[in-house]
């Protein structure tokens, strides 16, 4: 047998057409000599209706034995009927078990209050059933299809860079120690240096979707030890160029998903808006002026602290850049401003109260690298390949790290970024 149908393109004009359908009892409820049972597959849920008299007597048997979750494959014939939901039903001609489940089963996706969290990480694959988990999980499928449509129609080039690296780019704190032979050696923390190298060899524009690695040791609800980073560099552009790419892929993203992901957004229940194109920029001085006028303790020079990105949020609501930071609060490839050193040509994109972007235009100039590393206490010789891409004809270019997890969580509308990711990696959780 072949699949002829997945459960949503059957409907009430294919009137005593013949079918055949796969996937799992979702239910299944007997009656003396009736019997209902919902199958689910992908698509969604269909029902079958096994009335003694009308099928065979092997069939009324193997359908009333059926238990949740069961793997079956069935062949019918398609009969409209005003009494059904969706005005048919599904009458079996022969109903074949492919896999028996055992039970009780440790989640039941039919159930519908969930279990907690743990109960369901632990069991995802059963929890991935449950079609409000397909959604999410279809939704942040076509956002990264629609990430890479925009970047290939901007004209930048997919790479792949190494995971397994030998030196910290984010600050040295939040690295995973591997053994890698003799030597030391750490999981990537971004694919940071590497993108840029790609600069020094003439790509012009570049981008990566990879994981990254962090040694986060805080368990929050947007943080985890394993993330995918959309990562973006480009050539001859500073960090207005950036932002345009940036709005670009968001904007598409919320577009492509409001267009072709219509039925997850009503599984989901989600009030989903598309965004306007442009996003409001602010500066940083004015983020730390809003975190003041609303009771927030921050003086001008400090990274935005729990409480003013919350006080932020508030004030500003959906996606907003903040721009022109304080250099001493990025990383030592941020390039300052010539015309004041102390704010630097960096950017966070944020929704509400979350970071989801941070970019900036680079620091191209050997000497400068040199000595911002230096002043950031790390020694240069630690930099030795990345440093020499910058001597013999590095352009200026600018790029950015967009957090697909964290942009998964705002399309979705979840509070925990755990929710958005098939398999998470935090302090507690390295199975399954
Ligand atoms: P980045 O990607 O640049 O690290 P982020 O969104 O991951 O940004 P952090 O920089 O880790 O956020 O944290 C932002 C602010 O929130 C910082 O001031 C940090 O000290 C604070 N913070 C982070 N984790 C916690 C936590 N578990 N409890 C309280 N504050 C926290
Ligand atoms: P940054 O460290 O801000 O910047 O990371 C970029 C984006 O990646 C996401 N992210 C995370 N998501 C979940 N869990 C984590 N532990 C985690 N850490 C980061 C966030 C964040 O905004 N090299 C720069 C980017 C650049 O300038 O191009 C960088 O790594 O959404």
């Not at 060899?201 to 929050?220: C, K, L, P, S, Y």
């Not at 400090?302 to 907003?320: I, Q």
């Not at 240069?380 to 997890?405: I, K, R």
Request: hydrophobic share 40%; charged share 30%; net charge negative.
């Amino acid at each position: 047998w072949r699949r002829t149908h997945y459960s949503k393109e059957v409907v009430a004009e294919m009137n005593e057409q013949e079918v055949v359908l796969m996937g799992w009892v979702h239910s299944i409820r007997a009656l003396g000599k009736l019997a209902f049972v919902i199958l689910r597959d992908r698509e969604g849920t269909i029902q079958l209706v096994v009335p003694k008299q009308k099928v065979s007597e092997e069939t009324f048997e193997i359908a009333k034995k059926l238990g949740k979750e069961d793997v079956v494959a069935v062949k019918g014939k398609v009969v409209a009927s005003e009494k059904a939901p969706n005005g048919f039903e599904i009458i079996p001609i022969e109903i074949r078990v492919l896999t028996k489940s055992n039970a009780p089963l440790p989640l039941d996706p039919a159930e519908k209050v969930p279990a907690d969290i743990d109960t369901r990480l632990d069991h995802r694959f059963l929890d991935i059933r449950r079609p409000k988990i397909q959604a999410l999980f279809k939704i942040r499928a076509e956002m990264l299809k629609s990430v890479r449509n925009t970047f290939n129609d901007n004209g930048f080039i997919e790479v792949n860079t190494p995971k397994l690296v030998a030196s910290a780019t984010e600050g040295g704190t939040e690295l995973f120690p591997i053994s890698y032979f003799e030597k030391e050696a750490f999981l990537g923390q971004s694919p940071q240096l590497y993108k840029q190298m790609m600069m020094a060899g003439g790509f012009d524009r570049v981008f990566e979707i990879a994981q990254i690695f962090r040694a986060e040791e805080h368990n929050t609800r947007r943080h985890l030890n394993e993330a995918v980073s959309i990562d973006m560099e480009m050539s001859f552009s500073d960090e207005y160029d950036a932002m345009d790419i940036l709005e670009k892929v968001v904007y598409n993203s919320y577009k492509d998903i409001a267009e072709n992901r219509a039925d997850e957004i009503e599984t989901l229940g989600i009030n989903f808006e598309v965004p306007d194109k442009k996003f409001t920029k602010l500066t940083y001085s004015e983020a730390v002026d809003i975190a003041n006028g609303k009771g927030v303790e921050l003086e001008w020079g400090e990274d935005l602290s729990r409480a003013a990105e919350k006080a932020v949020g508030d004030e500003m609501g959906g996606l907003y850049f903040i721009t022109e930071w304080p250099t001493i609060t990025r990383p030592f490839y941020t390039m300052p401003y010539e015309k004041d050193n102390k704010i630097c040509k960096a950017f966070d994109l944020m929704y509400k109260e979350l970071e989801i972007t941070s970019g900036a235009q680079r620091v191209h100039k050997y000497d400068l690298l040199v000595e911002n590393i230096s002043k950031m206490g790390m020694n240069p010789e630690g930099f030795g390949t990345y440093l020499e891409a910058f001597e013999y004809g590095m352009p200026p270019h600018a790029g950015f790290g967009l957090g697909a997890d964290r942009f998964a969580m705002i399309l979705g509308q979840e509070e925990n970024i755990r929710e958005c990711v098939l398999f998470p990696r935090d302090r507690q959780r390295l199975t399954p």
